[in-house]
């Protein structure tokens, strides 16, 4: 795409000059051209600016394309940015819980608990089972 515009962009330099010179010689100033020139001139000045046209219209058509592949990159980045959400999402309540446990107090009732052990992974599985439910609630998964 990057070829196509300084390409495009090079041909539209091209036709912009040609046209241009094609103007100030359909003039006639001077007097110089007969009627059999300023009217094959005219033809050519209406030929360039055609072409220029079709120049000015394909950059946008170029312009447009790069700006859909943009927006396409940026979809494809944001659902990659929300399943890394969700996986954080997920593993922060975890990450917290056992921070707490890994300190390993004495004064931890749940440490001298004999289904301490059991009751911390269960509430594990609920968070991890409830924030599941939400992000398909969601439809975010």
């Not at 394309?65 to 990659?80: E, G, T």
């Not at 931890?108 to 924030?131: D, N, R």
Request: aromatic share 12%; hydrophobic share 45%.
């Amino acid at each position: 795409m990057a070829k196509w515009r300084s390409e495009l962009l090079r041909l539209k330099r091209y036709y912009e000059q040609l046209d241009a010179i094609f103007d100030e010689m359909s003039a006639n100033d001077n007097a110089l051209f007969s009627r059999k020139i300023l009217k094959r001139l005219s033809i050519l000045g209406n030929r360039t600016d055609r072409y220029l046209r079709t120049v000015l219209a394909l950059q946008d058509i170029v312009n447009q394309m790069c700006d859909l592949y943009q927006s396409q990159l940026s979809i494809q980045q944001n659902d990659l940015m929300k399943i890394f959400t969700i996986i954080t999402s997920l593993f922060l309540p975890l990450t917290l819980i056992t921070g707490w446990y890994g300190m390993n107090f004495r004064s931890m009732p749940e440490l001298e608990w004999k289904y301490g052990y059991l009751c911390v992974i269960a509430v594990c599985a609920i968070i991890v089972i409830i924030l599941t439910a939400y992000f398909k609630r969601k439809k975010w998964i």
